[in-house]
């Protein structure tokens, strides 16, 4: 008996030391993923900070907002297809741009499916499926547009706020919050995001560097290349300047889109137009930016959802001027931008309602005036007819901010289901101070 009991103490020893390795690592790893990140709520915004490497970062995502993940993917989906798209389009659109898309994201969306339970391609449809329908405008002002000479980037993101989960009846807007990341061996960078999302359309990282993205309809499209969301994402994380933001919005490009990509250290900005194909890039002075019926305003770049230069134009509509009668050419439905039934008319008076804005508070525009045109150009304050649009809901929006990449200072405001981001509460931040704060378990 006492021989018995002596082997089982030694096999007893032998598998804990067999095993010990492997809850220590287990143990370290989970450390290291709670360590991923955190969420913080600052003047009823909340805010994810992630850290460490790709993978940690999703895994850590999927913890923190499973529940508001589940409920995007969910009300997204039942919205998409109701638009006419099916899951298997989005996914078949995926797998063809899968190759492209580099493999530390593909890591980042394995870490949320980990963590939330849905498949790799549940989490690539949530991430890839929003950028073939999202509407926006945006600009940028510096030097004599503005008061003080910094410049300032602006952006609208249009997009309906009433995408509703059909199980739970909540909402895709009521699970917008920002996201601060910093990931190994890239930039920390700051971006208004929902939850579930890897990709981006805008946001700012720590060398000043802001790109943002507008839907802007072609025939010259192709799924063989890396969707837009990746794009901005791989500026905020690899970009330390204007030009090599502009060379990886413009590489590998995909379907229409148009960018407004400032940098802080010039400063200055650029708006740049891609399709498959194609793209043009040009500061405010380009000849394409005062090609009638389009206009040049000094120190400003400005983009609706259609394209100005007229060699990319041609891949998107019929005629160059997008209408003469803009309200008679939306209600005929006359020069549709390619693959939609929307007239160019309607994104053309988009572009004159957010222009005459910034005409208006030219040489005057600071952080807070920025945003008040933003805000007055989508309540229909700054053109009679963008005023009509607005009446019958023509955008909707679901978040707005304004941002100063010298002071690292931004406005923002989310919308609710009841509430469009221009009538919502506006809050005040710094990126660089959120994106410098310390884990609240470090003293």
Same mark, same amino acid.
Not at 397 to 420: E, R
């Given at each position: 008996?006492?021989?018995?009991?002596?082997?089982?103490?030694?096999?007893?020893?032998?598998?804990?030391?067999?095993?010990?390795?492997?809850?220590?690592? !287990?143990?370290?790893?989970?450390?290291?993923?709670?360590?991923?990140?955190?969420?913080?709520?600052?003047?009823?915004?909340? !805010?994810?900070?992630?850290?460490?490497?790709?993978?940690?970062?999703?895994?850590?995502?999927? *913890?923190?907002?499973?529940?508001?993940?589940? $409920?995007?993917? &969910?009300? =997204?989906?039942?919205?998409?297809?109701?638009?006419?798209?099916?899951?298997?389009?989005?996914?078949?659109?995926?797998?063809?741009?899968?190759?492209? !898309?580099?493999?530390?994201?593909?890591?980042?969306?394995?870490?949320?499916?980990?963590?939330?339970?849905?498949?790799?391609?549940?989490?690539?449809?949530?991430? *890839?499926?929003?950028?073939?329908?999202?509407?926006? %405008?945006?600009?940028?002002?510096?030097?004599?547009?503005?008061?003080?000479?910094?410049?300032?980037?602006?952006?609208?993101?249009?997009?309906?706020?009433?995408?509703?989960?059909?199980?739970?009846?909540?909402?895709?807007?009521?699970?917008?919050?920002?996201?601060?990341?910093?990931?190994?061996? +890239?930039?920390?960078?700051?971006?208004?995001?929902?939850?579930?999302?890897? *990709?981006?359309?805008?946001?700012?990282?720590?060398? %000043?560097? !802001?790109?943002?993205?507008? @839907?802007?309809?072609?025939?010259?499209?192709?799924?063989?290349?890396?969707?837009?969301?990746?794009?901005?994402?791989?500026?905020?994380?690899?970009?330390?300047?204007?030009?090599?933001?502009?060379?990886?919005?413009?590489?590998?490009?995909?379907?229409?889109?148009?960018?407004?990509? @400032?940098?802080?250290?010039?400063?200055?900005?650029?708006?740049?137009?891609?399709?498959?194909?194609?793209?043009?890039?040009?500061?405010?002075?380009?000849?394409?930016?005062?090609?009638?019926?389009?206009?040049?305003?000094? @120190?400003?770049?400005?983009?609706?959802?259609?394209? $100005?230069?007229?060699?990319?134009?041609?891949?998107?509509?019929?005629?160059?001027?997008?209408?003469?009668?803009?309200?008679?050419?939306?209600?005929?439905?006359?020069?549709?931008?390619?693959?939609?039934?929307?007239?160019? +008319?309607?994104?053309?008076? &988009?572009?004159?309602?957010? @222009?005459?804005?910034?005409?208006?508070?030219?040489?005057?525009?600071?952080?807070?005036?920025?945003?008040?045109?933003?805000?007055?150009?989508?309540?229909?304050?700054?053109?009679?007819? =963008?005023?009509?649009?607005?009446?019958?809901?023509?955008?909707?929006?679901?978040?707005?901010? $304004?941002?100063?990449?010298?002071?690292?200072?931004?406005?923002?405001?989310? +919308?609710?289901?009841?509430?469009?981001?221009?009538?919502?509460?506006?809050?005040?931040?710094?990126?660089?101070?959120?994106?410098?704060?310390?884990?609240?378990?470090?003293?």
């Amino acid at each position: 008996m006492k021989n018995s009991y002596t082997g089982l103490f030694i096999l007893g020893i032998l598998l804990v030391s067999c095993l010990a390795p492997c809850l220590i690592q !287990i143990a370290a790893q989970s450390q290291h993923t709670e360590d991923a990140g955190w969420i913080e709520e600052r003047d009823g915004v909340r !805010i994810l900070h992630l850290i460490g490497s790709y993978y940690e970062m999703g895994y850590r995502h999927g *913890v923190l907002l499973k529940d508001e993940v589940l $409920v995007n993917y &969910h009300a =997204f989906l039942h919205w998409v297809t109701q638009k006419g798209f099916s899951y298997n389009q989005l996914l078949d659109s995926w797998l063809v741009m899968q190759p492209y !898309i580099p493999a530390r994201y593909i890591e980042e969306m394995q870490g949320l499916s980990d963590a939330t339970g849905l498949s790799l391609q549940e989490i690539a449809v949530h991430n *890839v499926g929003p950028y073939f329908v999202v509407n926006c %405008g945006s600009f940028a002002a510096w030097g004599s547009a503005t008061l003080d000479g910094n410049l300032y980037h602006a952006r609208s993101h249009d997009l309906s706020i009433s995408i509703q989960d059909p199980d739970t009846g909540a909402y895709l807007v009521e699970n917008q919050l920002l996201i601060a990341r910093e990931p190994q061996g +890239a930039f920390a960078s700051l971006s208004p995001s929902l939850a579930g999302d890897v *990709v981006c359309s805008d946001g700012i990282n720590d060398r %000043g560097i !802001i790109p943002g993205m507008l @839907s802007s309809w072609t025939s010259d499209e192709t799924f063989q290349g890396i969707n837009v969301g990746f794009r901005v994402r791989i500026v905020l994380d690899t970009a330390a300047t204007l030009s090599e933001a502009i060379e990886i919005l413009t590489t590998n490009t995909t379907l229409g889109y148009n960018f407004i990509v @400032s940098d802080g250290n010039i400063p200055g900005a650029m708006a740049v137009e891609t399709t498959a194909h194609h793209s043009y890039v040009g500061c405010w002075n380009a000849s394409s930016e005062s090609a009638r019926p389009f206009w040049e305003i000094p @120190s400003v770049v400005r983009r609706a959802n259609l394209f $100005v230069d007229p060699l990319m134009s041609a891949t998107q509509r019929p005629w160059y001027h997008p209408g003469r009668f803009p309200l008679v050419s939306c209600l005929l439905k006359l020069n549709k931008l390619n693959g939609t039934s929307i007239s160019a +008319a309607a994104p053309f008076a &988009h572009y004159v309602a957010l @222009s005459k804005g910034i005409e208006h508070e030219w040489g005057r525009l600071d952080l807070q005036t920025t945003m008040g045109v933003l805000r007055d150009v989508y309540k229909g304050k700054t053109d009679w007819r =963008f005023f009509l649009m607005q009446k019958i809901h023509w955008y909707t929006t679901q978040y707005q901010w $304004v941002l100063c990449p010298q002071t690292g200072d931004f406005l923002l405001s989310f +919308a609710t289901h009841t509430t469009n981001a221009y009538d919502a509460e506006v809050h005040r931040f710094n990126a660089y101070e959120l994106l410098a704060e310390d884990p609240p378990w470090v003293c």
